[in-house]
């Protein structure tokens, strides 16, 4: 039986053969470094507190919206940044908001995101706020 | 007296003497002052009112909002259907009614409803148009430009259209569906606080984030849906990006912004410079052309405001 570690091994290894072509920013090189709590800003309206989360997860794409074609595929992205409700992360794609997808965090476990908002960093990286939706098995696409 | 959020503006033109109409007619002496009654429904109005009101300058009377649909229907049947009348007064009918609905659908989030008038309204002033007898010019005069919402998304209608046919889209149903997205292009605005919309002061910042929320909020209430086109969805989404990659939400770069959005986005802010503000005064067409020409190429697609600067001067 896999333990923790063995678990997020072998769930990195997985992540290493998917697709990734972020391109992070140059001044970004600790990103993957960073840790703890991330400070509260001015007018920060956040329930919950925000704990930086740099490592690789892994996004499934799907068909989201009915204009926007999405070819099925997973890919990797790069988490930033969590909460009980929401996610951050970094993708070389343009999410758009209302999109729903699932992804696999490092430590195995999968949840269905919520596209919030999308932010242009530089090309081929997209800054992207997500929020969780409760329960496995909520639906991808919209009612 | 009336309280002010509770009436509507109406363009005296739109109002053919001698008629009675089923809904109470205010006026505003001073523009920034309380409405009085100025015509009781059920009440004759005269040829001479009109000439009265003229003469004195006055160029805008109010309703009550619960007199929108019989005004509407009255619109609807003296005016759009009488082809005798001049296209610019059709076409100020017209946008007045579709200021009507839109102000109702808003109060009302009915986005079913606002989509299908969108696409009747649109289709409507694509016709009048599509006849040649107004130029760019009659569409500028018979704008309203106070600062409502429902105001300013029937102004853009007017100005996408006209823009998009001087850059040379012909296919009316192409113009129809522009013409829709660019009534739906502020949706997202019915989830902002009116309070902050017509704030008179400065905006806070937190303000000012909740306000750049509404190209967000306008896509994901539009996207699921079938009936609209991506090029409208991404008026919706689109239409405060600039190419230099300093608009938002998502501060994209030139090409990676929609044509329809890029244009959106030139007679957006035309209509914005030149709308009366709660807290500044209408910019003169001339100033409002010279800012847009001062961000060509590098917030605005320097072709579409080199079309909309011909389509002006050749206007005037």
Redesign the interface.
């Known amino acids: 039986m896999l333990d923790g570690s063995d678990e997020q091994r072998s769930v990195a290894d997985a992540l290493a053969l998917l697709p990734c072509d972020i391109e992070l920013p140059a001044k970004w090189n600790d990103f993957f470094k960073r840790t703890g709590m991330l400070p509260c800003m001015r007018g920060d309206r956040r329930r919950f507190t925000r704990s930086f989360h740099r490592a690789q997860a892994a996004l499934e794409y799907r068909q989201t919206l009915p204009h926007l074609a999405r070819p099925a595929i997973w890919y990797c992205v790069y988490t930033t940044d969590i909460t009980r409700k929401s996610i951050g992360f970094l993708h070389s794609e343009q999410l758009f908001p209302g999109e729903r997808m699932r992804m696999m965090l490092i430590d195995g476990s999968e949840r269905i995101v919520h596209v919030v908002r999308c932010r242009r960093i530089r090309n081929r990286c997209y800054d992207t706020g997500a929020r969780f939706i409760d329960g496995f098995d909520a639906p991808l696409l919209q009612d | 007296m009336a309280k002010a959020r509770t009436l509507l503006p109406v363009a005296v033109d739109t109002l053919f003497a001698p008629a009675t109409f089923d809904f109470d007619l205010y006026i505003r002496p001073d523009p920034s002052g309380p409405a009085l009654l100025y015509r009781e429904h059920s009440f004759p109005f005269e040829r001479g009112d009109v000439d009265r009101l003229m003469r004195r300058g006055v160029t805008t009377l109010y309703i009550p909002d619960t007199g929108a649909a019989s005004y509407q229907r009255y619109v609807h049947q003296e005016i759009l259907s009488n082809t005798s009348l001049p296209p610019g007064q059709r076409f100020e009918a017209l946008t007045a009614a579709g200021r009507m609905t839109f102000y109702e659908a808003f109060a009302d989030g009915q986005v079913d409803r606002m989509i299908a008038f969108a696409e009747d309204l649109a289709g409507r002033v694509v016709d009048i148009l599509c006849q040649r007898e107004m130029v760019l010019f009659d569409l500028f005069r018979v704008m309203r430009h106070d600062h409502h919402t429902y105001t300013h998304v029937t102004n853009v209608c007017g100005y996408c259209l006209a823009l998009a046919e001087r850059a040379g889209v012909s296919d009316r149903n192409e113009l129809a569906s522009i013409g829709a997205g660019a009534l739906l292009h502020d949706i997202g605005k019915r989830h902002v606080p009116r309070s902050l919309l017509n704030k008179p002061g400065r905006l806070t910042?937190?303000e000012r984030?909740v306000i750049q929320r509404h190209p967000?909020?306008g896509?994901?209430e539009l996207?699921?849906?079938?009936d609209?086109?991506?090029g409208q969805?991404m008026m919706v989404?689109q239409h405060h990006e600039r190419l230099n990659?300093r608009g938002y939400?998502?501060?994209?770069?030139a090409d990676?912004i929609h044509p329809w959005a890029k244009l959106c986005a030139v007679v957006d802010v035309f209509d914005a410079l030149t709308c009366q503000r709660p807290y500044r005064r209408p910019w003169p067409v001339k100033e409002a052309m010279a800012y847009l020409h001062e961000r060509a190429g590098s917030e605005f697609d320097k072709e579409m405001v080199q079309c909309w600067m011909a389509a002006m001067n050749s206007a005037r």
Not at chain 2, 223 to 226: G, Y
Not at chain 2, 249 to 253: T, Y
Request: hydrophobic residues 30%.
């Open positions: 910042d937190p984030e967000s909020v896509f994901e996207s699921p849906r079938q609209l086109s991506w969805l989404y990659g939400p998502v501060r994209l770069q990676e």
